[in-house]
């Protein structure tokens, strides 16, 4: 039997994006996040893509479930967890090999949960001072948490400014709840 | 001694030797720092006030206002009733050399005895045990606040109040063993309005059907459900339920997600579900028993984090023994020290 550790090194060594992959999916978590800011949504665009295929996008539904943990990333797991049981494939097989692009760092909250799902890498654009899970407030990436799923690589700042101005317009404009 | 008997079937007594401890931020709860300082006896006690205006202006200690200047000295066959601070070791280019000329600027030093290094407490006090450690070095300044030290010792709520929290962790006691059974982790959370003591939600942990159902999530939904929002089907749940909120009145606030609610959960909240009480604006957590990789105070204090935009308080060990039951098939964790 494969031990947790020649598991996750057959999973990298077998498992890599290519830059133009991130690019490319990049842009369109970027297009989300435009398509959100221009409806007066939090301007967070997210996806969980499995090989070529996208299984889970998201953006926030805080203020229409009243339930403060509707970020994108949640929204987008719960969807890859539907997929799965929908094709009947386990989940954490396809969390090994599931990539999750999104503009900003995630939060605590989700980087735990991403932890929690087994998700590999996280490709993001900027940095999220406030609330990041992944360097910025604190780094569930990389800590050391053995009950807490296990850790995954980051590839930062990806568009980075693009990202932040779209921020800096969505909370010019009014937000009751400040979230 | 207990006749044997009488434990077995779990006496009343027993079942309340529960004490709620305060988890306070790793700033209350270190050990007391030090720094060490020159002090030197005053011999001719007449120049005190003259020595410490003196010394005041060479060496105002920054940073150390909650250190008193001058201590009475603590032997009783001390030639010199009185010791004062002279400078940090910090603030002289040779500390090796602890005489008077090397220390001190020309002036008129008389009255001032050999020089002696000290340790200071580098920070005020902020709790009762640190003020009671820090004066042991040197005396100190202490703004007490009296409900942590009242909370420290375990004694911040009365009998009605305790006898009230027992039964709200009992409800989160009995949907972890409903989890249990269902073959999902035995944890179970409660979600209470402290204004009315009205129970909001009970929930517990679902993670057999969705990895992220932890208690605490599935709680906050339900919270979110009883306030005519929620994402999540409960209903298959018998144990997982939720009180609709009250119709307010003219001009009463509605309830925002959990703001001013308090949460009893049997387990330490994970990181995830830290957050997710951070994001909800919970008012308060008391939990029974601790998690290795705990999230309000064993590995992290998401309470406390400065950086974050809502900071809340933290009890443990409410029904403590009832809740490590539940979980003892894992591992448990050690006591943390109260000062550690």
Known sequence: MATEESRKAELEAGFSVSDEEMKKWMSRAFEMAREALQSGEVPVGCLLVHGQEVVGKGRNEVNETKNATRHAEMVALDQLLDWCRRGNLDVRGVCERTVLYVTVEPCVMCAAALRLMNVPLVVFGCSNERFGGCGSVLDLSSAELPDTGTTFRCVPGHRADEAVEMLKTFYKQENPNGE | ?340
């Open chain 2, 1 to 340: 001694m207990e006749p044997e008997t009488k434990r077995w079937k779990g006496s009343k007594c027993d079942d309340d030797s529960w004490v709620a401890f305060p988890v306070l931020s790793d700033e209350q709860s270190a050990d007391v720092e030090l720094v060490e300082a020159f002090a030197a006896p005053i011999v001719n006690r007449k120049a005190t006030s003259r020595l410490v205006r003196e010394l005041n202006g060479v060496y105002p200690l920054t940073g150390l206002q909650h250190v008193k200047r001058v201590r009475a000295c603590r032997a009783e066959d001390s030639p010199h009733p009185l010791e004062v601070l002279l400078c940090l070791l910090s603030d002289v280019p040779n500390p090796a050399d602890a005489s008077i000329p090397s220390l001190l600027p020309a002036g008129s030093w008389e009255g001032l005895g050999e020089p002696f290094v000290v340790k200071v407490p580098a920070r005020p006090p902020l709790t009762r045990p640190q003020f009671e450690l820090a004066s042991r070095r040197w005396p100190t300044t202490f703004h007490e606040d009296k409900q942590v030290t009242v909370a420290l010792r375990g004694e911040l709520f009365g009998p009605q109040q305790r006898a009230l929290m027992h039964t709200f962790m009992a409800s989160a006691v009995a949907a972890a063993r409903a989890a249990a059974q269902l073959g999902m982790e035995a944890v179970g959370a409660a979600v209470v309005d402290p204004e009315t003591q009205r129970v909001v939600t009970v929930g517990h942990d679902r993670r057999g059907e969705h990895p992220l159902q932890h208690a605490v999530m599935v709680c906050i939904d339900l919270v979110a459900r009883s306030q005519g929002g929620g994402c999540y089907r409960h209903d298959r749940y018998a144990a997982c339920r939720f009180a609709p909120t009250d119709p307010q009145p003219e001009g009463g606030a509605v309830p925002y997600i959990c703001s001013g609610y308090d949460l009893y959960v049997t387990r330490e909240p994970c990181v995830m579900c830290a957050m997710a009480l951070v994001h909800s604006r919970i008012g308060r957590v008391f939990y029974g028993a601790a998690a290795a990789d705990g999230a309000l105070g064993t590995r992290f204090k998401i309470h406390t984090q400065k950086d974050l935009n809502h900071r809340f308080q933290v009890y443990r060990g409410v029904l403590k023994r009832q809740c490590e039951d539940l979980s003892s098939r894992g591992r448990k964790t050690p006591e943390p020290p109260l000062l550690g």
